[in-house]
């Protein structure tokens, strides 16, 4: 089996911040009645974290669930690991209306890393990226410039980025030049 | 600078996060319906300077579609709720009718 390789086989640049494209990350989109114990279970079985609420995003390592819209979960998990866990997420909602999609290689995942990570994101999303308004836990669908993107924060200075694979090169360069040496804003 | 609660998921977006989608509440006719109603439909469309009532997506969000109550002379948000909504809600008309005594949109008032 050929090996997956990431959109910018791991581009990375120092800034105020570090970012980093990562290597590939098993992402599955999970639609379906969230309230469903069936749902909850196939979600959290191949996951191995807690059910997210609202906006919520519980990642350990690799393996994460996060709350994507109402109807939806992105489930992420080790790349090598997602057809196994189609294969067992399809079977346990088998009676349920409901979609399970591997949409790992349609992604590109960056790690934005350091004390002005927050100022990274905030030059480029409209959200408020205070501690007091974003903090670890917490997932954001937004736009970065003109593409969507979500993020969410994996450690306390730490943040985790999946845009669309077609755009990587366009959300690096941005990324890249909101951390620029020299353009930091100092706010948060 | 218009900011839209999405009921969806709860976020305070930014206009730039949201697609316009138009009026909202339009009753549809279709086949079966006469000339006039179906004229009405496609291109009959309040432009009032005041009270509103819009459809927005979450486009770069949740996803979702919402109504949002508005103001298009002050940009006043009154408030948003669900697009699978067939009328404004009691609370949202109470929340017009407190800045905004004796309001009326098309049939509503
Ligand atoms: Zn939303």
Same mark, same amino acid.
Not at chain 1, 57 to 64: F, I, M, W
Not at chain 1, 109 to 137: N, T, Y
């Given at each position: 089996? $050929?090996?997956?390789?990431?959109?910018?086989?791991?581009?990375?640049?120092?800034?105020?911040?570090?970012?980093?494209?990562?290597?590939?990350?098993?992402?599955?989109?999970?639609?379906?009645?969230?309230?469903?114990?069936?749902?909850?279970?196939?979600?959290?079985?191949?996951?191995?974290?807690?059910?997210?609420?609202?906006?919520?995003?519980?990642?350990?390592?690799?393996?994460?669930?996060?709350?994507?819209?109402?109807?939806?979960?992105?489930?992420?998990?080790?790349?090598?690991?997602?057809?196994?866990?189609?294969?067992?997420?399809?079977?346990?909602?088998?009676?349920?209306?409901?979609?399970?999609?591997?949409?790992?290689?349609?992604?590109?995942?960056?790690?934005?890393?350091?004390?002005?990570?927050?100022?990274?994101?905030?030059?480029?999303?409209?959200?408020?990226?205070?501690?007091?308004?974003?903090?670890?836990?917490?997932?954001?669908?937004?736009?970065?410039?003109?593409?969507?993107?979500?993020?969410?924060?994996?450690?306390?200075?730490?943040?985790?980025?999946?845009?669309?694979?077609?755009?990587?090169?366009?959300?690096?360069?941005?990324?890249?030049?909101?951390?620029?040496?020299?353009?930091?804003?100092?706010?948060? | 600078?218009?900011?839209?609660?999405?009921?969806?998921?709860?976020?305070?977006?930014?206009?730039?996060?949201?697609?316009?989608?138009?009026?909202?509440?339009?009753?549809?006719?279709?086949?079966? $319906?006469?000339?006039?109603?179906?004229?009405?439909?496609?291109?009959?469309?309040?432009?009032?300077?005041?009270?509103?009532?819009?459809?927005?997506?979450?486009?770069?969000?949740?996803?979702?579609?919402?109504?949002?109550?508005?103001?298009?002379?002050?940009?006043?948000?009154?408030?948003?709720?669900?697009?699978?909504?067939?009328?404004?809600?009691?609370?949202?008309?109470?929340?017009?009718?407190?800045?905004?005594?004796?309001?009326?949109?098309?049939?509503?008032?």
């Amino acid at each position: 089996m $050929s090996e997956p390789v990431s959109a910018l086989d791991g581009a990375a640049c120092e800034g105020f911040a570090r970012v980093a494209e990562q290597g590939p990350r098993g992402m599955i989109t999970l639609r379906g009645d969230l309230a469903s114990v069936a749902v909850k279970n196939a979600a959290t079985g191949v996951a191995g974290v807690d059910f997210p609420g609202q906006r919520e995003c519980h990642v350990v390592g690799e393996r994460g669930l996060a709350w994507m819209s109402p109807d939806e979960l992105m489930v992420m998990l080790p790349h090598a690991e997602v057809p196994a866990a189609v294969a067992t997420m399809t079977g346990a909602l088998s009676g349920e209306h409901s979609l399970v999609a591997d949409v790992s290689d349609a992604r590109a995942l960056f790690r934005i890393e350091g004390p002005g990570a927050r100022e990274v994101l905030a030059k480029l999303a409209p959200v408020d990226l205070s501690p007091a308004a974003f903090a670890p836990g917490m997932i954001r669908r937004t736009r970065l410039a003109q593409v969507p993107a979500a993020f969410w924060m994996a450690g306390a200075e730490t943040f985790e980025l999946v845009c669309f694979r077609s755009v990587a090169q366009y959300v690096f360069d941005l990324l890249k030049g909101a951390a620029a040496p020299g353009g930091e804003v100092g706010y948060f | 600078m218009l900011i839209l609660h999405c009921p969806h998921c709860g976020v305070d977006a930014e206009e730039t996060e949201l697609a316009p989608g138009g009026e909202a509440h339009l009753k549809r006719f279709g086949p079966g $319906s006469s000339d006039a109603e179906f004229e009405s439909y496609l291109f009959h469309r309040e432009n009032p300077r005041g009270v509103h009532f819009e459809r927005w997506r979450h486009a770069f969000g949740c996803g979702k579609w919402f109504i949002a109550a508005r103001a298009t002379d002050t940009l006043e948000v009154f408030g948003t709720y669900r697009a699978q909504t067939a009328a404004p809600p009691q609370d949202i008309r109470d929340a017009i009718t407190a800045k905004r005594p004796g309001w009326a949109w098309r049939d509503l008032a």
